[in-house]
């Protein structure tokens, strides 16, 4: 290549290495849990760098002659990220860096190990094809041999770290992307097609009892975790079967599964287990259902055709290594939420981009503007200062001092009305300064972004205090039904029963027998000092 060629090269490295890098962009210390603002905020920076590197990469490089030089870097960039995660991990483990999580060792850039784990496995596949076609090259040069021991590095790096995820469906998404692209490299699938179908059939028996024992296996070992993810699944189904063709919009997850499990327990048909395993999950943990309960079954359906068509042109043009990322995403969002987090949704619209783009200059300039476009956006309507303020809220909030706390909150509620948990401290702030209507008013359009009980156990409250027992009961019901589990809202249903203007001797019995036997799913001390407090109401306004 020419000097002009190799600075196109070479800026075009830095711009997609700055734009995956979106990955690495976390600020725990100053937001909130969980909270992705700094990803979206950095995305339009990397994201304005990418486009004016490609861009000069376009006009100084590609060529007919080059149209696999953008697809080689691509893959670099990619297995250089996913070594900088995979290092982030092993230093986590060590002790040498902190995690993005109090509860989980290994997090990486991410808050959760889950999808640090996908991200891992997405990586994986890249990396092994690109070891395996420097491996097979005939005439290898200097520069050819450190490439091959570099990625090969990486998949051994990234093998090491893997297994402490503890994510079954990245190990999954990992495994079977590895066998799609050495079956490839190696030509297994050719070989496969000179075997006599009796042979075949024999080995699809033994894969099938392979299968099984190993998903029997996977299933066992985070057994409350596995049924809680196919519970979730079923509720799911129950909404989609409701609207299948149109969906219930955009970000309309958290109320349609709060009220579809809400309907679902409230008939009493239930089995135990799915009692012990309920929860309020913020994602459906399966992309595809998500999709589907949001747009509709046809939005799904038209999203796989489209995937489907870039591994096929992927394949076609020899791009192995993105389209084994492309399968190893595939699986894990079967299973997870990546396409919730702004780094992962970055690096699989690069992988897509570097298996789909072909010769045309056409294509790779829309690829760009697109790029560009998602990235402008993201600057321009992020919230990370605001969310940065939300976390100062938070002190306040957490240090009792609810009175400040809620003229913060009501500063900042104009940018963060769209976030459920900001809006549940919000109207938990104006409950306990005793605006309870407005509190309402507040967690009402929290229940919109949330479908965590909590919101209705405290609606309930204002309701009891404003005197509307009626509505308080109401509330309080709905809490049980979603989430029949907890032992907080019977708590508050004995408190409301033992009011004198809806005193019920009856209804107050048997909420308090629920309280005082019912099994917690963690004992705490809490529970206890409910329990005395309601010992003291029966005592006191059923047996005198």
Same mark, same amino acid.
């Given at each position: 290549?020419s000097?002009?060629?190799?600075i196109?090269?070479?800026?075009m490295?830095?711009?997609?290495?700055a734009?995956?890098?979106t990955?690495?962009?976390?600020?725990?210390e100053?937001?909130?849990?969980?909270?992705?603002?700094?990803q979206?905020?950095?995305?339009?920076?990397?994201s304005?760098?990418?486009?004016?590197c490609?861009?000069?990469?376009a006009?100084m490089v590609?060529?007919?002659?080059?149209?696999?030089?953008?697809?080689?870097?691509?893959?670099?960039?990619?297995?250089?990220?996913?070594?900088?995660?995979?290092?982030?991990g092993?230093?986590?483990i060590?002790?040498?860096f902190?995690s993005?999580?109090?509860?989980?060792?290994? +997090?990486?850039?991410?808050?959760?190990?889950?999808p640090?784990?996908?991200?891992?496995?997405?990586v994986?596949?890249?990396?092994?094809?690109?070891?395996?076609?420097?491996?097979?090259?005939?005439?290898r040069?200097t520069?050819d +041999?450190?490439?091959?021991?570099a990625?090969?590095g990486?998949?051994?790096?990234l093998?090491?770290?893997l297994?402490?995820g503890?994510?079954?469906a990245?190990?999954?998404? !990992?495994?079977?992307?590895?066998?799609?692209?050495c079956?490839i490299?190696?030509e297994w699938f050719?070989?496969?097609?000179?075997?006599?179908?009796?042979?075949l059939?024999?080995?699809?028996?033994a894969?099938?009892i392979?299968?099984?024992?190993?998903?029997?296996?996977?299933?066992?070992?985070?057994?409350?975790?596995?049924c809680?993810?196919?519970?979730?699944w079923k509720?799911?189904?129950?909404?989609?079967?409701?609207?299948?063709?149109?969906?219930?919009?955009s970000?309309?997850?958290?109320?349609v599964?709060?009220? +579809?499990?809400?309907?679902?327990?409230?008939?009493?048909?239930y089995?135990a287990?799915?009692?012990?395993?309920?929860?309020?999950?913020? *994602?459906a943990?399966?992309? *595809?259902?998500q999709?589907?309960?949001e747009?509709?079954?046809?939005?799904?359906l038209?999203?796989?055709?489209?995937?489907i068509?870039?591994?096929?042109?992927?394949?076609?043009?020899?791009?192995?290594?993105?389209?084994g990322?492309?399968?190893?995403?595939?699986?894990?969002?079967?299973?997870? *939420?990546?396409?919730?987090i702004?780094?992962?949704v970055?690096t699989?619209?690069?992988?897509?981009?570097a298996?789909f783009?072909?010769?045309?200059?056409?294509?790779?300039?829309?690829w760009?503007?697109?790029?560009?476009?998602?990235?402008?956006?993201?600057?321009?309507?992020?919230?990370?200062?605001?969310?940065?303020?939300?976390?100062?809220?938070?002190?306040l909030?957490?240090?009792?001092?609810?009175? $400040?706390?809620?003229?913060?909150?009501g500063? $900042?509620?104009p940018?963060?009305?769209?976030?459920?948990?900001?809006?549940?401290e919000?109207?938990?702030?104006l409950h306990?300064?005793g605006m309870?209507a407005?509190?309402?008013?507040?967690l009402k359009?929290a229940?919109?972004?949330t479908?965590?009980?909590m919101?209705?156990?405290?609606i309930?409250?204002?309701?009891?205090?404003?005197?509307?027992?009626?509505?308080?009961?109401?509330?309080?019901?709905?809490s049980?039904?979603?989430?029949p589990g907890r032992?907080?809202?019977?708590y508050?249903?004995?408190?409301l *029963?033992?009011e004198?203007?809806?005193?019920?001797?009856?209804?107050?019995?048997?909420? !308090?027998?629920?309280?005082?036997t019912?099994?917690?799913?963690?004992?705490?001390?809490?529970?206890?000092?409910?329990?005395?407090?309601?010992e003291?109401i029966?005592?006191?306004k059923?047996?005198?």
């Amino acid at each position: 290549m020419s000097r002009r060629e190799y600075i196109g090269t070479g800026l075009m490295f830095i711009g997609l290495t700055a734009l995956l890098g979106t990955v690495w962009a976390c600020d725990v210390e100053h937001l909130p849990d969980g909270v992705q603002a700094y990803q979206l905020y950095c995305l339009g920076y990397t994201s304005v760098v990418f486009a004016v590197c490609c861009t000069c990469f376009a006009f100084m490089v590609l060529r007919e002659k080059r149209s696999q030089l953008f697809y080689r870097l691509t893959v670099w960039s990619l297995i250089l990220s996913g070594c900088v995660e995979a290092l982030w991990g092993m230093g986590q483990i060590y002790g040498l860096f902190r995690s993005n999580h109090a509860l989980y060792m290994l +997090t990486g850039s991410f808050y959760n190990p889950g999808p640090y784990s996908g991200y891992l496995a997405m990586v994986f596949p890249v990396s092994l094809d690109e070891w395996l076609r420097l491996r097979k090259t005939r005439v290898r040069t200097t520069y050819d +041999t450190l490439l091959m021991y570099a990625s090969g590095g990486v998949c051994v790096l990234l093998l090491c770290v893997l297994p402490a995820g503890m994510s079954r469906a990245a190990w999954i998404a !990992a495994f079977v992307s590895g066998i799609v692209v050495c079956g490839i490299r190696c030509e297994w699938f050719v070989r496969l097609k000179r075997l006599k179908w009796k042979t075949l059939s024999y080995a699809a028996l033994a894969g099938c009892i392979i299968m099984g024992v190993v998903g029997y296996a996977l299933m066992n070992l985070k057994v409350a975790s596995a049924c809680g993810r196919l519970f979730i699944w079923k509720i799911c189904c129950k909404a989609i079967a409701k609207a299948p063709f149109c969906g219930y919009g955009s970000n309309s997850f958290a109320r349609v599964y709060g009220n +579809t499990q809400e309907a679902y327990f409230s008939k009493g048909t239930y089995v135990a287990w799915e009692e012990h395993v309920a929860g309020s999950p913020e *994602y459906a943990f399966n992309e *595809y259902l998500q999709i589907a309960l949001e747009y509709g079954i046809p939005v799904l359906l038209f999203v796989l055709c489209a995937i489907i068509f870039c591994i096929r042109c992927g394949i076609q043009m020899r791009r192995n290594a993105v389209c084994g990322g492309m399968i190893s995403f595939l699986i894990f969002a079967f299973a997870s *939420y990546p396409l919730h987090i702004p780094g992962f949704v970055v690096t699989l619209f690069v992988v897509f981009a570097a298996g789909f783009i072909g010769d045309s200059r056409w294509w790779y300039f829309l690829w760009i503007v697109i790029a560009l476009g998602i990235g402008l956006y993201a600057m321009r309507y992020n919230h990370y200062e605001a969310c940065k303020q939300w976390t100062r809220c938070q002190f306040l909030y957490r240090m009792g001092d609810y009175s $400040l706390a809620e003229k913060e909150y009501g500063k $900042l509620y104009p940018l963060l009305q769209g976030e459920g948990a900001f809006l549940f401290e919000y109207g938990h702030c104006l409950h306990k300064q005793g605006m309870y209507a407005v509190s309402n008013r507040i967690l009402k359009e929290a229940i919109g972004r949330t479908c965590d009980p909590m919101i209705l156990n405290i609606i309930g409250k204002n309701y009891q205090a404003m005197g509307e027992y009626g509505q308080a009961e109401q509330w309080l019901v709905r809490s049980i039904h979603r989430l029949p589990g907890r032992i907080y809202p019977y708590y508050l249903l004995v408190k409301l *029963y033992a009011e004198p203007e809806f005193y019920d001797a009856v209804a107050l019995r048997d909420a !308090a027998k629920i309280v005082l036997t019912k099994e917690p799913k963690v004992p705490s001390a809490a529970i206890k000092e409910m329990r005395r407090e309601v010992e003291n109401i029966v005592s006191t306004k059923i047996e005198n």
